[in-house]
């Protein structure tokens, strides 16, 4: 997603030097703040229903962890779900992953997204890159259309668990057929145009979809990109496909031959009616990076999603009836199935398609022009922003925007200060970790919680996650693997076409039984926020001491001589070790050997003398997965003497030319190695 920028731009934050050590805290909320907070509500509540004392978050997680039937159960109960048929176990006692939510009760997620929003309130603003101020669409009209779409589903012979596969970018389109196929049962898959063909059959056709929901093209930097001919490989490729939808968002042709236009889709009124189904029963697909392989399938239920929306949304997003939730995402990334939590609080989303710097500031100008009370977008959009030298705050009013999240990877510390300064002075800035995975977050902040720069705020209620050591005990100000202890309703159900259980055992058991192994490392600290230091297969073990491939990030890319760079640890015969590091300079610059005494300096004074790197080689770039994250274990593989082939799916990688350069330098070292 973010990739296609490594070479062009410069990651320049402000060159003014850090003003505050990196654990120094940057803001804290108001002792108002606090009050009037959804979170505190919850709290207030809480207390009676429970009988005692809830004086902060902390304790609300205490009591969470401790007590995880009632949690959740008390998320049923201050949310109100509606359950049509009654459950009869809040939660049995398998193990992972065959753990079950709320057995035997029934309920649909899509009623839920739906319900609390007043007619006349806009339940999306749909904007497209250049085309300020957008459309508004009213839960009124959303309702209207859902219920149009899923009773043409019906009409067409959609019934519970047949998938609904889509290709199509942040629009409304998107969000009514997720709704649609929620409403009828059925289970939702959705691809960004930007995804090539190949690896968009590679997601797809594991499915065996009936119907098909595309667009024919999108818009990025200023240019309509055509996808027609993509869109005609899909249909060849995806046999099962019996309805054919066209989006004609793009271009103005006349339909594709055996298609329905989307128009057709949402024509005719209909009464809007939720096809009940089990707690567990599909509701969507989320599909894994698969930079290694077949991308994995990962299911989650209606009922967990419905709890972790309603949760996410109303203690952390604090959202109520009538705000707006401004997510910079594709449909293929899992924040884009995170946001729609939002409509369960009966507030909007912003739904933006294009390119975030097209024209320079335009996150920020639709965030402002949309009114967003809270934005949630990745690390490097931040980093982007900055890098173009554009200050939000002087050129827009963003005094609605009370909340900034940020995910996808960890915000460099450079980034919390250039949100203070040239977004708002104050600003929740919350930096969370979680994912595709679990359609929300195992860490964050939360209304309590100050924000300090380079921390996240702490652990989320209903979340019982620690660092573990190798040999499974605990730790605290030490870095550990991150692990969960117990189950969480958003959790896959299963992984698709796995049966018994043995890919998804594989994927998150193998290390410890019954434990989920996230695969990260991360640092619990003693005042109860959270540090990620990045993926713990691809993190840097030297001497012994592990060092986070992010803390490199955090204080390299924030050079001005620097565009973005990728670092390697490898184990060498006789218990050697190397570690690399490749440099993409910016624009006008070079990797000599200023640069890279500059680098070592940086490392050693900035971190360790133990993150200083054995080598720096300068790169034309860094590959990425279509999501925007660094391809670390890849590129490791590679150097270990593994073939490209087996090494990456280039179906999933943003420039495969990137990792072909890089396939030939592991084979030119390995071979100068003999």
Known sequence: ??????????????????RRPMSDVLWRPSPERIEKSPLRAYLNWLEGHEGQAFPDHDALWEWSVRDLRRFWTS?????????????????TTDPMPRARWFTDGHLNWAHHALRRGADDTAAMVCVQEGGLPGREITFAQLRRSVGAAAAWLRTVGVRPGDRVAAYLPNTEHAVIGVLASAAVGAVWACCSPDFGPDGTIGRLAQLEPTVLIATDGYHWNGKEIDRSDVVAQLRENLP??????????VFDRPHPDNSTPWEELVAHDAPLEFTQVEFSDPLWVLFTSGTTGVPKGLVHGHGGITLE????????????PGERLFTYTSTGWALWNIELGALTQGAGIVLYEGSPGYPPGAVWEVAARARADALLLGAAVVTFSAGAGFFPRDNYDLSRL????????ALPSAGYHWLMDHVSADLRIDSTSGGTDISGSFVGGNEYAPVRVGRIGGRLAGVDCAAWRDDGTPVVEEVGDLVITQPMPSMPVMLWNDPDYTRYTDSYFDTWPGVWRHGDWVTMHSDGSVTIHGRSDSTLNRQGVRLGSSDFYDVLDGMPEIAETLVIGVDQPDDAYWLGLFVVPAPGHAVDD???????????????????????IEAPAVPHTLNGKRLEIPVKKLLLGRPLEQAANLASVDDPDTLRWYARFAADRLGAAG
């Open 309 to 320: 929306g309603l949760k996410w949304s109303g203690l952390y997003g604090g959202f109520r």
């Open 1 to 18: 997603m973010f990739g296609r920028w490594s070479v062009a731009r410069q990651i320049s934050f402000d060159a003014r030097p850090m």
């Open 240 to 249: 099962t496909v019996r309805h054919f939808v066209h989006v004609p968002y």
């Open 75 to 91: 998320i049923v109960d201050y949310y109100h779900v509606e359950f049509s048929a009654p459950w009869t176990q809040v939660l």
């Open 594 to 616: 200023e640069l890279k005494h500059k680098i070592v300096v940086t490392l050693r004074t900035r971190l360790t003398p133990r993150h200083v790197p054995d080598e720096i």
């Open 402 to 409: 009370r909340h900034v999240m940020v995910s996808g990877s």
